[in-house]
Every structure is written in C-alpha cells, then in structure tokens.
C-alpha cells in the first residue's frame, strides 16, 4: 500500500517514455504480476512469456491508466490477468513442463489494515454469497479456471456451476453499486 | 452462446464478468474478446469486472520471476531514444515554479478558509447559539481550538496515498504563499471542492506519448492529479476544524452565557461543579430523571 504512490508516478512517467521509470516500475511491480500470471498459467515457462507480453502492452498504453478508476497496480494486474488467462485457455491442451502451482488454491491471509477500502468493500459483498459461491468465486479468480475445471473441483454438475455463478456475478454487482 | 448472451443485457455483464473472471472455455473466451474488441458497451463492462475484481490481487503472494526476465522485456522496448527528458521527481518543485501555482500553495493544511466553513455551520447549531459563536475564539475557547487544530492535521496523515506525494512537493511552493492573507483562498476553493470525488479532471493522465512539449504538460498533469488529492484532504481538515469550532462554541456558551443554551445542551451537574448558577433548574429536571438523582 505504502509503494501505491510511487507506483502510480512510475506508470505517469512511463506513459511518457520514460525508461528509467519503466524499470523502476517493473522492480517494484515484477514478483506481484508474476504470483497472479503463474496461479493462472502454472508453468514458469509461460509465465515469463505472459509477462514480457504484459510489460510490454504497460510500457504501450500506460498513458490508458486512470488513477480515479483504480489503483495502479490492480490495472497492471487486470491487464497480466486478462494475458495471462488467454494464454491458460490455449495451452490447456498443450503439452509442456508439469505444472509448478498446486493445488494451494485459497488466497493468502492479508492483515485487515493493508486491505484497501475497495478490497474490503469487494470481500464483503462476496462474504454475502453462500459459502459455496464464495469459494467458486475466489477459486475463478485467483486460478482462472474454466467451468469445466471449477466443476470438477467443487464437485457438482456444470449446469449448476455455470448458473451459480452467472447468480454470483451479479448479487455481487447489485452489492457493490447499491 | 454469444447468442443468447447479446439478447439480454444483463447477460452481457454477466460475460464480462466471467471473462474477467477466466471461467469460459477457448470459444466463448474468442468470442467474448471479439466483442471486446467491436462492443464499447462490452469493453466499457469488462473494464469495470476487472476495476471491482482488481483489489484481489492484494491477497496474492508475490513470487520472483527469474532474474534475466527483465533483460528480455528491456529487448523488446522500441529504442532508448526518448530518455533525454528524464525528469526525476525531484525536479518538480522547482518546475512548478514558474507556473501559475494555482491552488497548490494555499492548502498546507492553512486553515484560513475555516471562517467560510464557519459559516455554513452555524446553522446546524441550536438557534440560541448563533450570535454568540463570533466572539467565543477570541476568549478562552480560542486556546482549545489552536491546541486542537494541529492534532487533526496530524490525524490526516497515517492514510499513506496522499502524504507521500504531498510534502516533499508542497514544501517549497507554500512558503512564499504563508503572508498571502486568506481573501484569495475562498475564491479558489469553492470551485475546488466540488469536483473532490469526482475523477473528471483525471484523463489528464493519459496523454500523448512522443510529444517534445511533454514536460509542460507532464508537470501540469502531476499538478492536476496531486491537486485533487488535495481537495479531499482539505475537505476532511474543513470537517474536522469545524466539528472543533462547535465543540469550542458549545463550550463556550456553557461558560459565558448559560442561559441561553437549549435545556438539553446542558450539563448541569457540570454546571454546578464549575459554579455556575442554573436558574431554570426545575424544568430541567424533569425530563432528565436519571440526573437529577445525581443531583440531590
């Protein structure tokens, strides 16, 4: 939290060509990015893919980033995110090196006081689902997987899966914009 | 299943949702990034899953990439060509100078502007108090109010976003705005203040990249976006100074002119302890039970 502000310079001065700063951006932002891209890709390989791709689209549309919206790593990790689940959805097939990720799905434990107000306001209103959906929700975003995959881990049928969370999403967003 | 997804709008939310999300298989994800690509209403819901879904990323644990990533990325960067304006942030102070200083200068937690705020707050007094909060300051509960003053400026500073940016960027600027006397500040700060939630004045962010003239408009952005994290700080000192200004007033009135507080202002027990004569002490009682146990 305390590292927001200089991250959000950081990105203002890349957004200008700033190498320097692009850098610095990256020391201060690489092992986050990289927790998020291998939960999703699983593989060290595609991971590093993920984030040269990731850097590269920062180091293009950084000028895109408003810091009114969103803090400014949680728009770099939206963008590795998105990169990153493109990439799981077409190597899921594939074959490489096995996996390095396993199965520690829950997120790490954060002391309340570094939670932002958007976080704990986000946690509340999944706190509001039925503990099933919870778990779904968070299994989704921290690993990506597709309904196929949470189905089989949460041990119920895909029909039912894909309306729970099509319900999740959107008490969720009723939660938050009310 | 785009199909039925377009039918229903909220439908569409729901995909942008799992998009972001990365539940749909190979197909419907290529769908879901044609519309991306095609639908500014899809994109413009897509951005606002990954906005509300984004703070998780805080409950992740960081892992090192390996060391030589960096290398690789730094490979791929067009050409070092555009580092001749490295303009480290130490250099803004002084460049921001020569502008128009706008209304940097005047926050620094000056509380000039509180006799504005005082007057908006008078009416939530009880009527009976409204002449008598003018002259209070200048007696004894004027000594409370300044010892008070700068504790809530410190109390604004554990939140971290702002206080970083702020001092080492506000220090130079307001010394020379200390003498400016208050008048300027009001004129100033009642446009401000609405736009205090706001994020209107922030696609200055975004700017052209290539531009030779960018240092201008680089440091006119940072002024901008640091001036609307001053307009919330100025917005919470205004509150806190005037939850003060009543406290003292409220005080003050209890001391000085005890007659004129609404019965249920009253501390009477207070009161008496400080030997001050209550005249209307009878009714009064009646509707506190409780306290007038304590009192006889």
Redesign the interface.
Known sequence: ??D???IT?LL??V??????A??RL??AT???L???V???VRR?EL??AV??DA??QI?NTA?????????A???M??LA??LA??V???S?AAEGEPEVVEENEG????PRH???D??KR?LTCIGRLEPDRQRM??L?????????Q?AAKLDMPVDLLKDA??RS??E??QC?TT | MPDDVTAEP?DK??LA??Y???????DE?AAA?NLFAEDADFTAKV?VW?????????????????PD??A???A??PE?A??P???P?QAEPESQQPEPAITLPEFKFDFEFTPKEERTAEPELPSALAPTTAPEPAAGAAAPGEEHVPASSEVTEPS???V??LPSLEAPPSEPAAPKPAPEAPDLEAPAKPSAGT?AP??S??????RPA?ATV?IE??VR?LR?HLVGWRVFAGIMVLALLTLAGLVAVWRYAPERVPPELRPVALMRLAGISVDTGAPLRKPLPPESQFDE
């Open positions: 939290m305390n927001t502000p200089d310079w203002a001065a957004s200008q060509g700033d190498q320097g692009f850098e990256y020391a690489s092992a986050k990289y927790g998020v291998l939960r999703i060290h991971a590093a984030m040269e850097y590269l180091w000028g895109d980033f408003n810091p009114g919206l969103s803090s790593l949680a728009w990790v939206g995110r998105r689940v493109d799981s959805r077409q899921s997120p790490s434990a954060v570094q939670l932002s958007a976080l986000l929700l968070l989704a975003y921290y690993g990506a997987f597709s309904r196929e949470l969370l099509r999403l959107i969720v967003e938050l | 909220d939310g729901v949702g799992e972001v999300l990365g539940t749909l298989d190979a994800r990034q951005k990954e906005r509300r879904l984004g703070e998780l990323h805080l409950m992740v644990e960081p892992i090192e990439p390996e990533l960096w690789r990325i730094k791929r960067l070092p555009p580092a304006e490295p303009e942030q971290p976003a702002d970083i940016a994020p922030l696609p962010f975004i700017a052209p990249k290539p960018a680089e952005q940072k976006s609307r």
